[in-house]
């Protein structure tokens, strides 16, 4: 399976990552709809790691699809939203919290690679993402 590997100790916690995937795939510099997150742990030392779906072989987030829209294609698991419900049930199945609702949209927000090319991972300054 493809997947964006992170390496949280280079992460500065810029969010340009977070940037990048929301203006590829919603056209808006709005972080919250992005579908990778910068988590940041304080107080010492400050540990920033970047939440994204680790695109699972076997993923509880398309077992818990009540309407089988979480799909695998090319290695990819994706949410189809012409049979996504909204049930958001996947939201709460994956067990690394790597899909994200935001209220403008109407389907849960999940990596899909970008269809190959991560743009989060083209963008980060600090090598932390990888393919």
Not at 26 to 29: I, K, S
């Given at each position: 399976m493809k997947r964006i590997s992170v390496t949280p100790e280079k992460c500065s916690g810029c969010?340009?990552?977070?940037?990048?995937?929301?203006q590829y795939h919603?056209?808006?510099?709005n972080p919250k709809k992005a579908a990778i997150r910068i988590f940041t742990l304080y107080p010492n030392p400050v540990i920033r790691t970047p939440i994204v779906c680790r695109q699972c072989e076997d993923p509880e987030c398309q077992k818990s699809c009540p309407s089988?829209?979480?799909?695998?294609?090319?290695?990819?698991?994706?949410?189809?939203?012409?049979?996504?419900?909204?049930c958001l049930a996947c939201?709460?199945?994956c067990p690394y919290g790597a899909i994200f609702?935001?209220?403008?949209?109407?389907?849960?927000?999940?990596?899909?690679?970008?269809?190959?090319s991560p743009r989060c991972v083209?963008?980060?300054?600090?090598?932390?993402?990888?393919v």
């Open positions: 969010r340009i990552c977070e940037l990048a995937c929301a919603f056209g808006v510099n089988d829209a979480i799909q695998i294609a090319d290695d990819i698991v994706k949410i189809d939203p012409e049979l996504c419900t909204g939201v709460d199945a609702v935001h209220p403008d949209v109407d389907t849960p927000i999940k990596c899909d690679l970008c269809s190959g083209e963008a980060c300054p600090k090598t932390a993402l990888m």
